[in-house]
């Protein structure tokens, strides 16, 4: 089985029980709405795995779950529904929204003309540095922690670090396995946390502790580290016009 099967495989047995997860968030937390994107955008999710997984990136940048404008589209993480089909060559495949979704959030697919920002800024910073798409996922791969689109009632985003652990923890401790998977099937060498949250939960998953360069796993040093996060909420993105957010996240690349 080669390494796009694998991680389809992967994501298949985590979007199971992120789709069981989904009543008991939505009816014991904030979460109004709670959309599995591995569920109904499978049709761009598994073009993604395919065509980048098996290029053999070492270096894996790891999300923390998705906006309702970027992967909440198009299935891919960061995935801006122009640059997912123009770079990441994704074709777009009819979706259909799912019933729970929010009202004020419909899943218009590739069709969607808002762009997210923060999957602009990161894909094209790769398409910059990496100068193809081939090269990019010779030397990368992305995935989000958590694949769920959490909203609550005025469509607001909701992020897994503001729900109640007590309630997040067996579908955190599925993502963590999940991202365990895509290390070993990878062979990652490097896990780069966009953001504190992710490092955090590539560390928890990982057992390397709070601080240090990372641990061992069947023999191979994984290292992790944390670049800033492209999020337009966040004053280090925005600095100097995102010119300091981009040297941060090249300096954490070449690092």
């Not at 994107?37 to 270096?59: C, D, F, I, M, V």
């Not at 993480?77 to 959030?105: D, M, V």
């Not at 923060?118 to 990368?140: A, C, P, Q, Y």
């Amino acid at each position: 089985m080669d390494v796009g099967e694998q991680l389809t495989e992967a994501a298949i047995r985590l979007s199971e029980i992120c789709d069981a997860a989904i009543p008991i968030l939505e009816s014991k937390t904030v979460v109004a709405h709670a959309t599995n994107p591995l569920n109904y955008a499978w049709p761009h999710h598994e073009q993604y795995l395919h065509k980048w997984g098996s290029r053999g990136g070492k270096t894996l940048l790891l999300g923390m779950n998705p906006g309702p404008w970027g992967m909440a589209q198009t299935g891919v993480p960061f995935g801006a529904t122009e640059i997912a089909q123009s770079f990441l060559q994704i074709q777009a495949r009819e979706l259909e929204t799912p019933p729970n979704a929010h009202p004020k959030r419909p899943i218009e697919g590739m069709a969607l003309e808002r762009q997210e920002v923060s999957g602009t800024r990161l894909w094209n910073l790769m398409k910059s540095h990496f100068g193809s798409v081939e090269n990019t996922f010779d030397n990368i791969f992305v995935v989000n922690h958590c694949p769920l689109l959490l909203l609550g009632e005025t469509g607001k985003n909701i992020t897994p670090n503001n729900l109640p652990a007590a309630i997040m923890s067996p579908l955190l401790k599925a993502c963590d396995e999940h991202l365990l998977d895509v290390i070993d099937i990878m062979k990652v060498t490097r896990v780069i946390g966009v953001g504190k949250y992710a490092e955090q939960r590539a560390r928890l998953a990982l057992s390397a502790g709070k601080s240090g360069p990372g641990f061992s796993r069947d023999g191979r040093s994984v290292r992790i580290d944390t670049c800033w996060h492209p999020s337009p909420a966040s004053p280090l993105a925005n600095r100097n016009d995102g010119a300091d957010w981009r040297m941060n996240v090249i300096n954490c690349l070449q690092g």
